[in-house]
Structures are given as C-alpha cells and as structure tokens.
C-alpha cells in the first residue's frame, strides 16, 4: 500500500519559489566586483532567476545542457544557482583558481553551452575561450555600459542586457528530482579532474539537513557570510539552505581579505559566516594587532581542512564566537559531519569539551559513516582506532560524470563511498580524520596523524601556518618534519618549536625538524598543497641520515 500524500519532486524551483512566498523581502547583500554594495531582496532574486530561466529558453538550451559560471560570491551568482537548475538546465560552477588548461579541460569535459562570468576573470576567459568550441555563449556577469569593448571573445554579452530583455513571468517545469542539477569538479591534485554531478533530490535534502540545529543551524534570524565559494560545492549549500530559512545573505565578492571581511560583517550584522582555516586565519590576523571585536558575529562554520585547536580557542576566548569544525568532501554535497556537544557534555569541563570540539563531528541524519581496515572489516568505535573512513547516503557520490564508480559493496550489499580518509569514531559517534590517507606518515610500523603534529605547531604564538609531511628514513620507512611559516614580526628557533613538542605528543610522534619556509602551498580550494611542498623540499636531507 503506498501512503496517500501528495507526490512533489523535490527540486531547486520550489526553494526559490518558497523564498519568494514566505519571505519575499528577506535581504540579500552583496559587495560587487564594481566595488560598490548592491542590496535587494528573495522577491528579486526570484523575478531575476525567472529573467535568467527565459534567456536560457530563448538560446534553445536543451535540458541538462550545462550552463557554466565563473564568479565570486554575488547576487548574479545566485540567480544562475535558481535560474539555470531551476529551468532543467545544469549548472557547472568553475574554480577560477584552476590552471586555465585545467579550466579549458573541463570545460570541454562538461560540454559547457554557456559561460557567465565576472569580470574579474576576463583575462582567464581571453586564455581559454578559443579552447571552447561547445560554448555559444559568453555572458559577462556586468550592466551593458561595463562590457568590455574589443574583448576578442566573440559574442560577448552583458548579464544585464541579456536577461534585461526577457520577461520575469516563468512557469518553472515540474520534472523528476532525480536529474541533474549541478556540478563540480574536484581539484584533481592527482589525474584528470573528476566532477560530482548533483541532483535536484541530492541538493533539497541536503538543504533541509544542513539547516538543522546540530548542523549549520541557519535561521531566519540569522545575517549570514559565506566566504566559503560558490564556485566550490556550492558553498556548501548555504544558497539552497538560505532561501529555505529565510536567512539574510551577505556576499563578499572579491573583496576576501580579512580587513574587507570584517568590515562587511559589521556593516551589515553578520551573526554567522562559513570558511575554510586559511581564510579565518587571515581575519585573525587582521583583528589581533587592531584590538577590534566582533560586535554581532556568534557563529563560524570553519571546515574544508582541520581547524586547528588554537583557532577553536581564539575565536571563542578571545571574540565570543562559537566555532563548528565540519568536514566533508565534493563528493558529499559536501557536508558530513559537524561538531557540536551532545546534551550529556554540557557539564564537563572547559577542556574536556575542547577535545571534543576539536574532532570533525556527528554524522548529519543522510550520512551514514564507517571506518574499515584493509580487508574492508568495520573497526571499533572506540576513538582509538583508525581505518579508511567511508560513507553513504542520498547525498553521496555514486558514479563520477562520465566516470568510474568508486563505490565498495559490504556483505549486506550496501555500497560505500571510500572518502580517502583515516579516521578514528568514539563510542558518541564522534568522527576524527587523522589524515588523508596519503598524507599519513608511516614510522617504524606506526602511524603518525599529520594533522596532529600540525596542530600542536599552530598553537605556538608565533606560527602562522603548519604542514607536516613524512621524509624518508632509512630505519623508519619514514619520520616525519614540520615545515612552518610565521606570523609578521615573529621569531622562532627550529630548537624552541621541538622544545614545544615535549609533553603535548609521544616522544616518537615528535618531528625530527623544522623547516622555515616563506609560504606553505596553497591549492584551488585554499587547502595545503602537501604534493607541492614536497617538490620545494625535494633536496632536504633529514639530520643524521
Ligand atoms: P578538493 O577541495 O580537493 O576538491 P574537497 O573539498 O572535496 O576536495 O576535499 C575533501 C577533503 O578535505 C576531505 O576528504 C578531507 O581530507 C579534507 N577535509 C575537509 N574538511 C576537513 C576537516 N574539517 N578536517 C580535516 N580534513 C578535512
């Protein structure tokens, strides 16, 4: 017997559509590339994505054809995130941060038809548009008096103009919500990129999960800044979830430094804001010598990498705010787990609950995690062990696009997403990645968490940035040594930051060096380059070897 409610696809035209209904005149803010702030509303958004829906009608866009966007955290940005998927199409959001070959690579890989752009990435588009022969046409995301003339790209059109001259009534068509919504590629630090392929079912549920108070806990009471892009895994979903919320948007723009940052959430009451370390460490550094507070900010969404302890503590200590360490992945929409205590940790101690902060979380309701050994035999959860950690569920990658199927069976015939990461789970269901699987350092038979060292190095007041790889050792296979960078104005000795090591890690878990670089590798995504800093270190000896 099936139940007898009514049947609706969950797809990405109901949140826009909700949005406008239930709370139409919701704000949203956004720092445009003109340098200027341009404010309007959900109602306008939704009048605009409905613009957008028709031009893509009017170019004689097929369904599923891909419709890609290079552009920052903005308005326009966002009108393609409900436009493009709204209309059937599928939106394909590119990391201007790529290598251009790698950009004209999966451009042709997705068989883009269409490109809207910022215009702070016409010299990139110049690079790669004659690479393209499956896009018909360039937009430039701009008003028509800001086009470019003689950009040599032919064809190029103002945002503007082109949705300007459609009209904003649009039925959204009702299709199944299995189709493709949008998609992204991974950074492919290792082969071809690969991209995950969202549907309209993946991305609603995702919404709704990431709203929940234990996850992200986005509300309509909330004013709040992703610096986190959307041209990566959709920002982590916070336009889907926002427009479900209700949520007051504030969009940086370009401007991602941390004096530009700060200024936007006072300006505009930021009570929340979602980055990885790397930025949240550059607004750090902006407040500290400057002695400013946050007046409004409560929450930060910090994940993507480890968010080291010291971080955790600085933003709560020092501003008050509550810092949620997420993890997840491209291939989960992204978001896996979110750390936040359970009702039973509320009467421990400050440290106690610090240990617990600092693991990367509860799996989100959708998200079912294990970790395994080798032979695929599920380990204990006892927050010692470790194992490759895998994951299902209906917002996890089944096949790549046009690729394989990484997925593993079990016994029962459930199948896996093997994430490529080590970690270990507590009997509370906490998770904690030790390390991406090739990034762990094997010594004498044991392993070593990367992160961990990395983490006790972050907390010396005078680096500014950590990353710890293995060398190889002749007795050991490998040991490992930490290469830092520090802050403006301070000073270190290699003999100091070992002396830090004592007491806080095992003797043998100690670095065996230190290494004083200029700057740490950074890839697309604002991760650390460990394949790259490996290059920059391929002289070093170790001592006494
Ligand atoms: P990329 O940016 O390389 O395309 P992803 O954004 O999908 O790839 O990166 C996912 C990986 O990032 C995870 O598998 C994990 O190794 C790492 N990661 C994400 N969040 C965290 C976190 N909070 N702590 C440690 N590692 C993390």
Redesign the pocket.
């Given at each position: 017997m099936l139940g007898l409610m009514q049947d609706q696809p969950l797809l990405i035209s109901s949140l826009i559509e909700f949005a406008e209904r239930h709370h139409g005149d919701g704000e949203i803010v956004s720092r445009r590339v003109e340098g200027d702030i341009h404010r309007y509303t959900y109602r306008d958004l939704a009048a605009r994505s409905r613009r957008l829906a028709n031009a893509l009608d009017a170019l004689q866009l097929q369904f599923s054809d891909r419709v890609a966007s290079l552009a920052w955290n903005g308005y326009r940005h966002l009108e393609m995130y409900f436009g493009v998927s709204g209309s059937g199409r599928v939106l394909h959001t590119i990391n201007p941060r790529l290598h251009p070959d790698q950009i004209a690579w999966i451009m042709n890989h997705a068989e883009d038809r269409v490109l809207c752009f910022d215009l702070s990435f016409l010299p990139l588009v110049q690079a790669v548009h004659a690479k393209c022969p499956t896009v018909k046409k360039w937009v430039a995301l701009c008003d028509a008096d800001r086009l470019p003339q003689d950009s040599g790209i032919p064809g190029l059109a103002s945002y503007e103009e082109w949705i300007g001259g459609h009209p904003s009534d649009y039925v959204w068509p009702q299709f199944d919500e299995n189709t493709a919504s949008s998609m992204c590629y991974?950074?492919g630090?290792t082969g071809d990129p690969k991209a995950a392929l969202y549907s309209h079912r993946s991305t609603t549920l995702h919404a709704y999960a990431a709203a929940l108070p234990d996850v992200m806990c986005l509300s309509a009471r909330d004013s709040v800044l992703p610096v986190v892009p959307m041209f990566?895994?959709n920002a982590w979903g916070i336009p889907y979830s926002a427009a479900l919320t209700g949520c007051k948007l504030v969009f940086p723009g370009p401007a991602m430094d941390g004096k530009s940052i700060y200024e936007l959430m006072e300006a505009e009451g930021v009570t929340y804001a979602a980055g990885v370390p790397t930025v949240w460490q550059m607004l750090l550094s902006h407040l500290k010598p400057t002695g400013l507070k946050f007046s409004t900010l409560k929450r930060t969404v910090i994940?993507?990498?480890?968010?080291p302890p010291a971080m955790i503590t600085a933003f709560q200590d020092d501003y008050g705010v509550e810092v949620l360490?997420?993890?997840?992945?491209?291939?989960m929409s992204?978001l896996g787990t979110l750390c936040t205590l359970k009702n039973k940790h509320l009467s421990l101690p400050k440290d106690e609950q610090m240990k617990i902060l600092q693991k990367?979380g509860r799996a989100i309701y959708g998200v079912d995690m294990k970790i395994v050994d080798g032979n695929g035999k599920e380990l204990p959860w006892d927050g010692k062990t470790y194992g490759d950690l895998l994951v299902r569920g209906p917002w996890i990658l089944d096949t790549y696009y046009q690729g394989d199927s990484p997925l593993m069976p079990d016994a029962q015939g459930r199948n896996w997403f093997p994430?490529?990461?080590v970690a270990t789970i507590d009997a509370d269901g906490f998770m904690q990645?030790t390390d991406?699987s090739k990034d762990v350092i094997k010594s004498g038979g044991e392993w070593i968490s990367s992160?961990d060292i990395e983490n006790i190095a972050m907390g010396h007041p005078a680096i500014a940035m950590a990353a710890c790889i293995g060398m190889p050792h002749p007795k050991w296979d490998e040991r490992p040594i930490v290469a830092v960078t520090l802050k403006p104005g301070m000073q270190a000795t290699r003999e100091e930051l070992l002396q830090f090591y004592e007491g806080k890690t095992a003797k043998w878990q100690i670095p065996d060096d230190v290494v004083f670089v200029d700057a740490i590798p950074l890839?697309?995504?604002g991760?650390m380059l460990k394949v790259k800093l490996r290059e920059v270190l391929k002289d070093y000896q170790l001592p006494g070897v």
């Open positions: 991974t950074s630090t990566h895994v994940g993507g990498s480890a968010c360490h997420a993890w997840g992945m491209t291939e992204p990367q994430t490529g990461d990645i991406r992160i890839g697309a995504t991760k």
